[in-house]
């Protein structure tokens, strides 16, 4: 039997994105929020590159949700299974419905294994792996530590994934550690990217290219994996020069990401939005029904999603609620998104930019594209707790 109970704000997921959100318009006096989130277990993302890279354990990147979901938010422990944005309806998979004043749309994305035949084969051998998954996140650092000569496979996709260059930090962590362990002159590094640089930001671009040198990894930049072949071990390329094939001892995969199904299915997508929730990437408004908002990872922000762009997407989004029922003028958001990358077990650097790729650094001083000791030690142990205590608290301005 359905029962129907309406809040102010609705929130979908509670990620990132929808506990900084939830939080956040506590902050601006909105009295009614409700979050929607299945999971008992909340992570904190940006370490699972830490694991997959041997400096971090599950344990430094979980907390009880129920740790995380602000004091007087309700929380419905279910899942979203349909919106009906014409009734302003939500549909739990419980059979529960809720209505809302308005709706902010943040489930995230999810490993799409589909779009690479093979890749899901892969990734149950000993031989493949990714971070992007908690557990994967422990394997890949088992098979890159186990290997002692060979060739090690990396690939970045371009479709949707989080935080993309990231995706680095396993290769670099590894080869610094296959340099001091006396391995790195028997294996042989490749790193297929699938977009045309390795971090849009350009000088940051150029100083990962030189790091990669440096440990003589050969670097393929608009190539995409067509196809694994987990048994051969081999790989399936569509480079600039046509069709490849390369063979892998162990393969890390970035992989592409897709929308939840549900969200296209329940017409918040739009042509072109590849089944992502379709929002104005200024105002994170959703482009046919002005109730409701989209951001995070699920999210057309065009711009390179990452946890750093949600800093500023948040107060966005909260501050556009009340401007439409005022309305106000709204807010805008400008593309900022951020790509913290290791060259080292303890150099990292810091890129920063805008949608067109522009630099937008925080700072001015010091320089963090140059990779530094002092950046690496705020993104492994300093920003963990600004996420736990700033970010999910909805102190972002
Ligand atoms: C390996 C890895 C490393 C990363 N490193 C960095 C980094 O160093 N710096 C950085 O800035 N960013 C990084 N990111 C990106 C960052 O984690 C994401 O951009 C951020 O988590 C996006 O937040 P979100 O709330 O949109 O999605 P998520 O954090 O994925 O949260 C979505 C939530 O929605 C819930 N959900 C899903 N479906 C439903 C449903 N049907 N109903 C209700 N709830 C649902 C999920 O359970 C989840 O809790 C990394 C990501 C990964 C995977």
Redesign the pocket.
């Known amino acids: 039997m359905s029962t129907l109970t309406h809040h102010d704000v609705l929130v979908?997921?509670?990620?990132?994105?929808?506990?900084?959100l939830a939080a956040k318009l506590q902050r601006l006096g909105c009295r009614d929020v409700a979050l929607?989130?299945?999971?008992a277990v909340?992570?904190?993302?940006?370490?699972?590159?830490y694991v997959?890279g041997g400096e971090a354990t599950l344990d430094d990147l979980r907390r009880p949700?129920a740790d995380v979901v602000p004091d007087g938010c309700t929380w419905y422990q279910?899942?979203?299974?349909a919106v009906d944005a014409d009734r302003s309806t939500v549909r739990?998979?419980s059979g529960r419905e809720l209505t809302y004043g308005d709706l902010a749309v943040?489930?995230?994305?999810?490993v799409d294994w589909d779009a690479i035949p093979g890749s899901r084969e892969a990734v149950g051998t000993a031989s493949a792996s990714?971070?992007?998954?908690p557990e994967l996140?422990v394997e890949t650092w088992a098979m890159l530590s186990a290997l002692t000569a060979g060739r090690a496979v990396f690939v970045i996709s371009d479709q949707h994934?989080?935080?993309a260059p990231?995706?680095l930090?396993p290769l670099f962590m590894a080869a610094d550690h296959w340099r001091r362990t006396g391995v790195l002159g028997a294996i042989e590094i490749e790193l297929v990217v699938e977009a045309d640089r390795l971090v849009r930001e350009e000088r940051a671009d150029g100083e990962l290219r030189t790091a990669a040198e440096s440990y003589g990894v050969a670097l393929r930049t608009g190539t995409a994996v067509e196809a694994i072949d987990p048994s051969a071990r081999t790989l399936r390329l569509r480079t600039p020069d046509g069709a490849a094939e390369t063979r892998y001892d162990a393969l890390y995969l970035?992989p592409p990401h897709r929308a939840?199904a549900?969200v296209a299915a329940s017409g918040l997508d739009a042509d072109g939005s590849d089944g992502f929730v379709a929002v104005d990437p200024s105002t994170l408004q959703h482009v046919a029904h002005p109730r409701v908002w989209g951001?995070?990872?699920?999210?057309t922000v065009a711009t390179s999603?990452?946890?750093?762009?949600?800093r500023k997407q948040v107060p966005v989004v909260a501050e556009n609620i009340a401007a439409r029922r005022r309305g106000r003028p709204m807010r805008r958001y400008d593309g900022y998104?951020?790509?913290?990358v290791t060259t080292s077990r303890r150099r990292l650097l810091l890129a920063e930019f805008d949608r067109e790729g522009r630099p937008e650094p925080t700072l001015s001083v010091p320089d963090l594209v140059r990779p530094r000791l002092s950046t690496w030690a705020f993104?492994r142990y300093l920003?963990p707790l600004v996420y736990w205590h700033q970010l999910l608290k909805g102190k972002v301005s």
Do not use: F, M
């Not at 279910?78 to 299974?81: A, F, H, K, M, T």
């Not at 999603?305 to 949600?310: E, I, T, V, Y």
């Not at 998104?337 to 913290?340: E, N, T």
């Open positions: 979908v997921g509670g990620g990132n994105a929808g506990i900084s929607v989130e299945p999971k909340h992570h904190y993302r940006p370490l699972l590159s997959a949700q279910d899942r979203v299974v739990l998979a943040c489930p995230g994305s999810e990714t971070s992007y998954t996140a994934v989080p935080c990231v995706g930090k970035a939840p549900w951001l995070g990872d699920v999210a999603p990452s946890g750093g762009a949600l998104s951020v790509a913290p993104d920003e």
